[in-house]
């Protein structure tokens, strides 16, 4: 990872239509400070540039989804977030933290690891696996981090995991092992198990991609019901447009590392800009369209 440039405000075309759109959907005010933004943004993997400048933006309580060909930089975005992945260039702030790097006497160097553990509080990730331990029961799998990442005692973890495995539907299945579970129940666990975090940021990176077609519908359900009745800031990676359209307040469509568009889903679904998203939306705008 590079030193850190000096702070630098993204480009005014990027924030220019992100504040149009937070307007039209009656999101944060737009002079309100973002509670993820990315500057200049650059990542490679070897000779590849997977992210390349990128200048993005989500504020409080909106919902993203981020849609794109494979390898167009989506999941790569989530991964930085959540600190899985370093970044090559530029900066990224969280909450108006500095993500990837921290202040020392006054100026900007590469985050400590305890820097990191601290802004990973801010956000809950649920992964396209879903990364349940398979020696633990749902419950503890559950109670874990909050016991030992937030202190919580076993009590006060029981009572939250409960709550949360309540709002996914899994309250009869807490004593059961992630083995005695279909994959559309594990992921309503990994979904739980982020929430009893008490993130302010939830990740979603291809939540239903490797469920069965016919469990896809209950996990997509419980997130939902998340973005109707919480005041959560969501980042989704899906193939699933037609989730995309009904969730989002804003879709970005990302292609080589780069926002090719970003627009409310009613307008990016029906009547793409670019040339590239309407190639890329082709057969999901031809069934929409009765094609």
């Not at 820097?115 to 509080?121: D, N, S």
């Amino acid at each position: 990872m590079n030193d850190a440039p000096q702070p630098t405000a993204p480009a005014a075309t990027s924030a220019d239509a992100t504040a149009d759109i937070r307007a039209a959907k009656g999101a944060a005010s737009p002079s309100a400070e973002p509670i993820i933004k990315m500057e200049k943004v650059v990542k490679r993997f070897g000779d590849a540039v997977v992210l390349d400048g990128l200048d993005f933006e989500v504020a409080k309580g909106e919902k993203v989804t981020i849609i794109g060909p494979s390898g167009s930089g989506k999941s790569t975005v989530l991964r930085i977030l959540m600190t899985l992945e370093t970044i090559d260039d530029g900066l990224i702030y969280v909450a108006g933290k500095p993500l990837w790097h921290e202040f020392h006497n006054g100026r900007l160097v590469p985050a400590s690891e305890g820097h990191l553990r601290a802004m990973r509080k801010e956000m809950g990730m649920v992964f396209q696996q879903f990364n349940l331990f398979p020696h633990m029961t749902v419950l503890r799998n559950i109670t874990e981090s909050p016991m030992h990442v937030l202190g919580l005692s076993r009590e006060k973890a029981r009572k939250r995991a409960h709550k949360y495995l309540d709002l996914v539907g899994m309250t009869d299945h807490a004593e059961k092992f992630p083995s005695q579970l279909s994959g559309g129940q594990q992921q309503r666990v990994a979904i739980a198990r982020a929430l009893a975090m008490h993130p302010n940021i939830m990740l979603f990176d291809e939540p239903t991609s490797a469920l069965d077609p016919e469990l896809v519908g209950e996990v997509l359900n419980v997130i939902q019901r998340l973005s109707e009745e919480h005041d959560l800031t969501m980042l989704l990676v899906t193939h699933e447009m037609a989730f995309a359209r009904q969730i989002s307040d804003r879709v970005c469509f990302f292609d080589k590392g780069v926002i090719v568009e970003q627009a409310p889903p009613e307008e990016i679904f029906s009547e793409p800009r670019e040339e590239r998203t309407r190639e890329f939306l082709k057969g999901f705008l031809d069934t929409l369209n009765g094609h």
